[in-house]
């Protein structure tokens, strides 16, 4: 390993040692940061630690160091803790000061009594967000961080999972002491509120009974916790993050990198059964809203574990096989760019052909295929969302497997994607808008609660006709207003609340789609498979991973380079940019072309290839409507060909070709 073993077993002895050396004085906790952060850059020292996305929970030691990559679901209200605390020995009067930082639980030792009137005490501040694993990640993205973490770690003698059926050892023990249990939790309840931090007395004891503690509290639950992932068949732990500082540079649906101290301890679990029980005194109808909110905000650590963040950073993608951060200043990033600059012809050209086989032989739908999947918001004009380019595959065969297999090739590519089946029962009864829970004081998620840099693949041959309810309609106009002006407006009941949102959206349609699109290309298949599930599965197995790789590398590299704009798109009339969505399909090219312009003979090359692209898409545009046996589909594949032809597909893709 790069470095000892402490600061990953026991990150809070190494917290403990910098409040000794320094007091109260605050500067320790500066000391604390910056010593975890130089432990990270040491040589493949985050690799060495255990992540939540990779290690199931019972795997994981409590109170050691973890990372987390996760979605910002929630933000919960700012709650107060004792940052520092103090306590007197019974017996010899002796006082010690504690850190309550990066704990949920006050721990004090053998005949230590808190001392909450203590001068020497003081209250702080820390924002709790809700997250969840970062939805839709795609399985060559988990399998990568998988491969890629070495952590050690074997199953955790000193937490166990909730389970559904007691031992008989935990039956004979809460059979012959239970007037121990009872004074335990009387201890726990009078110290249960001590801002944010718990004190626990016999903190071994209440340890061991993790599971009996726990399934009460799951027992004593109304209906099953509700883990609020955006969307259907999620995976993971959802966390409740607590952090320190610089929470105000984090909003809702940022994905960050987080690490911290797992917090797992079963003393909340009794705790918050206790508060339950307690405010069962109150008015029914407060009692029954201060109890959904106190389930919802402090749900069983067994089930949705706690993260004290000492370092956290959003990212910009996660894309396993990218540098973290694709920043100019850092010598890895700008060296891995350069790299990958030289070989950037050659892989758009293989990839071209891949997409190409993919779409039946159309090659200009995958051009533009390539420029939706690298397309992304780079700035705002007012209102107006800058670099975005929904594309509308029209021309799709109905009740056909091609659009399922189309998104699977689309998941093989992206980090992150989601297809969404739109039929009239789905309009009708999904939630795609999240909404303010105000009885439990929280968002419930949506759909398009989505981070930045998605794909969405919309669905639109498996529409039919029928009727389309008010949910449906708020459906429908809520996926419109995300391709126009990328924007979800959330239901907080009284009002809207504008979320921006740089969503990739593809729309696939028998004809053209209902929704707005920057551009829509009709398919016009060069070859129809007599088994396309045969077809796709052998387009895939052909590609070498290596390959798929840089594809993968490709689509994300572009959407995050800088490039200059082409001379044309200022003399693109103001008149025709409002009409036809000109401007984005023009951005999106510049984007494409601007990538090569470092290379003079590319440059020239590429600009050509964007007026041949932009002329046989108008092309097909008005003729798309006529029937096919009047315009044949070759006359409208050569100009493209010739303007920027295919070379150098590949061994694999001779021999898929001969397949």
Known sequence: MPCGEDWLS?????????????????????KVIEYFKEKLKENNAPKWVPSLN?????????????????????????????GIYETVNQNTKAR???FGKYRDVAECGPQQELDLSSPRSTTSERQTFYCVPVPGESSWVKEAYVNANQARVSPSTSYTPSRHKRSYEDDEDMDLQPSKQKEQHSGARQAGGLGGLHWCGEPKRLETEASSGQQLNTLNLSSPFDLNFPLPGEKGPACLVKVYEDWDCFKVNDVLELYGVLSVDPVLSVLNSEERDASALLDPMECTDMAEEQRVHSPPASLVPRIHVILAQKLQHINPLLPTCLNKEESRSCQFVSNFMSELSPVRAELLGFLTHAL?????????????????????????????FTVNLSGCPQNSTFTEHLYRIIQHLVPASFRLQMTIENMNQLKLIPHKDYTANRLVSGLLQLPNNTSLVIDETLLEQGQLDTPGVHNVTALSNLIT??????DFSYHQMEFPCNINVLITSEGRSLLPADCQIHLQPQLIPPNMEEYMNGLLSAVLPSV????????????????????DITKIPVSERRSDNTLQRALAQSKAAGALQEDPASAAEECEWERALERVCRERQATASLPQTQFPTSQLYQPAELAFPRTGGGSWLSDFIDW
């Not at 039946?360 to 800058?386: F, K, M, N, Q």
């Not at 002006?485 to 959330?490: A, F, H, L, T």
Request: charged letters at 20%.
């Open 96 to 98: 010690v000061l504690h």
């Open 548 to 567: 798929l790789n840089k594809f993968r590398i490709y689509l994300t590299l572009l959407r995050f380079l800088d490039y200059n704009l082409s001379d």
């Open 10 to 30: 026991h990150p809070l002895g190494i917290v403990q040692g910098f409040f000794a050396q320094n007091g109260v004085n605050p500067d320790w906790e500066k």
């Open 360 to 388: 039946l032989g159309d090659s200009l739908a995958a051009e533009y295929l390539i420029l939706h999947l690298i397309s992304t918001v780079y700035t705002r004009r007012d209102v107006l969302p800058l670099g975005k």
């Open 54 to 82: 990779e290690v199931p929970l019972h795997y994981l030691k409590p109170n050691s160091f973890v990372k987390f990559r996760c979605m910002i679901q929630d933000m919960f209200d700012p709650e107060f803790y004792m």
């Open 485 to 490: 002006w990328q924007k979800v407006d959330y």
